[in-house]
């Protein structure tokens, strides 16, 4: 059962331009959401988050909107560089017991020069 | 300040082999988390410890165990390895094993031949 689901596995776009990437999550219980970038070689670094009592949080270029009626959330970078091509994971701590987390499968987003 | 550490960063192994992997969490951190990613999947949770106790499990067999020392750095050992277990092994460290951020070292990438 995935609860975290990134449906978009790859994401092109120009420099210069905006980013979104979206996630989508079945458990109502989730409150609180990460994203993380993890480049080729590296671990996962963590980016940016937001609660389920916000609608957005912003950090720089990177922004977060939740939707929590529609268990949906985004992250967009604007604008988006070439160093930012990476892949993108969302994750939502488990409520039920251990604070695991549980990852989406992951958006590969390229930014051309 | 130093991040998460992980050695080896990688790993030649044969199946039915026992590897051991090690992780040194951020300074002050006292929960240590292990996430098995493979290609294409987002990380799946493993063990979660904290304060030298298993706080939490995911769905792996029992040929998976691990351990936290007085230091809270942490080791993961597998047992009769099998090609299945060709995977990036990434440590977690956090402040707590809930309601905190959890920040991933670089990884162990494990070939089972």
């Known amino acids: 059962d995935q609860q975290v689901k990134q449906n978009s596995p790859s994401l092109s776009v120009q420099e210069g331009r905006i980013s979104i990437l979206n996630c989508d999550y079945t458990n109502s219980m989730f409150d609180y959401f990460l994203w993380y970038k993890k480049y080729p070689a590296e671990g996962p670094t963590f980016l940016i988050s937001?609660?389920?009592?916000?609608d957005k949080n912003e950090d720089g270029r990177f922004t977060v909107f939740l939707n929590k009626s529609a268990k949906h959330l985004s992250l967009h970078i604007v604008p988006s560089q070439p160093g930012d091509s990476a892949v993108y994971f969302c994750?939502?701590?488990?409520?039920?017991?251990?604070?695991?987390?549980?990852f989406g499968t992951g958006t590969r987003l390229k930014v051309l020069a | 300040d130093a991040g998460v550490t992980q050695s080896p960063t990688h790993l030649i192994k044969t199946r039915g082999q026992q590897v051991t992997l090690r992780c040194s969490p951020i300074?002050?951190?006292?929960?240590v988390s292990w996430y098995q990613q493979v290609l294409g999947q987002g990380p799946q949770f493993i063990f979660q410890?904290?304060?030298?106790?298993?706080?939490g499990r995911g769905n792996f067999p029992d040929r998976f165990s691990a351990r936290q020392f007085p230091n809270y750095s942490s080791e993961l050992n597998v047992n009769a390895l099998l090609l299945g277990d060709s995977a990036l092994y990434l440590c977690?460290?956090?402040?707590?094993?809930?309601?905190?951020?959890?920040?991933f070292g670089p990884g162990t990438r494990l070939l089972v031949l």
């Open positions: 410890y904290y304060e030298k106790e298993e706080r």
């Open positions: 300074s002050g951190h006292k929960s």
């Open positions: 994750a939502a701590p488990d409520t039920s017991g251990t604070y695991k987390y549980i």
């Open positions: 937001i609660s389920s009592i916000k």
């Open positions: 977690a460290s956090s402040l707590r094993h809930r309601g905190e951020t959890q920040y």
